[in-house]
């Protein structure tokens, strides 16, 4: 079954404490990306990835950091999580091209305190 | 810069009765867009998408959307609603030959029996 699989789906953590939200496709997508959903604010764009060791900034970079090692997955790095960085949290993947649909996980529920 | 403005945060219809969700956007160039739906506690689902083909886009479920550049509009629209059509509606945007994808901050639909 073709999909995007984000673990953990839930995480409580404490201000300071790295933490990494895994995100894997099964659909061999060359294009990746990570959003954060906030009440009132839609989703916005924190990182993408076109390919493999190439990443670029969102709206929303701050506080975060990502890599694209391999073709399939694309973790989402909090080196120093901080209580505004609690929220929900998608990774995507789509095709390049005319065929750009994206692809979403079930979400990560992030709390902070 | 690109931008969309979704103009209701909520709207409720009666079951039966037509869906009107209403996007309007900002883009310097050619621009692809998207309606995504959220139902509760889930992930985002394509409903239609538009890249510069036919200005009537279809979609799943009954909805579709008409691009109206001269408006720079691209309304959700769909005749009948039904209870399963209660969710969240997203409005995306992205400037062609990029894959920076702006959200909007989306409109809650309620249908009422």
């Known amino acids: 079954e073709a999909q995007v699989t984000q673990n953990p789906r839930y995480l409580i953590t404490v201000t300071g404490k790295k933490l990494t939200v895994t995100c894997s496709q099964n659909?061999?997508?060359?294009?990746m990306s990570w959003y954060r959903q906030d009440p009132g604010l839609g989703l916005r764009q924190i990182y993408y990835?076109?390919?493999?060791?190439?990443?670029d900034k969102g709206d929303v970079p701050e506080g975060y950091k990502v890599s694209r090692k391999e073709k399939r997955n694309f973790p989402l790095i909090l080196e120093s999580p901080s209580p505004n960085q609690t929220s929900l949290y998608f990774c995507?993947?789509?095709?390049?091209?005319?065929?750009?649909?994206?692809?979403f996980g079930a979400g990560t529920r992030l709390s902070v305190l | 810069a690109q931008s969309v403005t979704q103009l209701d945060s909520h709207v409720s219809v009666s079951e039966g009765t037509p869906v009107l969700l209403r996007c309007n956007y900002s883009s310097s160039y050619s621009p692809s867009l998207f309606w995504y739906v959220q139902h509760p506690n889930k992930g985002l689902q394509l409903l239609l998408k538009y890249t510069s083909a036919a200005t009537l886009v279809k979609g799943i479920n009954g909805f579709e959307a008409e691009f109206k550049k001269s408006e720079t509009s691209f309304h959700l629209t769909k005749p009948s609603a039904h209870m399963s059509d209660a969710a969240e509606y997203f409005c995306v945007v992205s400037e062609s030959g990029t894959y920076k994808y702006i959200f909007g901050t989306g409109t809650r639909l309620k249908v009422l029996a």
């Open positions: 995507a993947s789509s095709l390049i091209g005319p065929k750009n649909i994206q692809y």
């Open positions: 990835s076109m390919n493999v060791e190439v990443t």
């Open positions: 659909m061999n997508h060359e294009y």
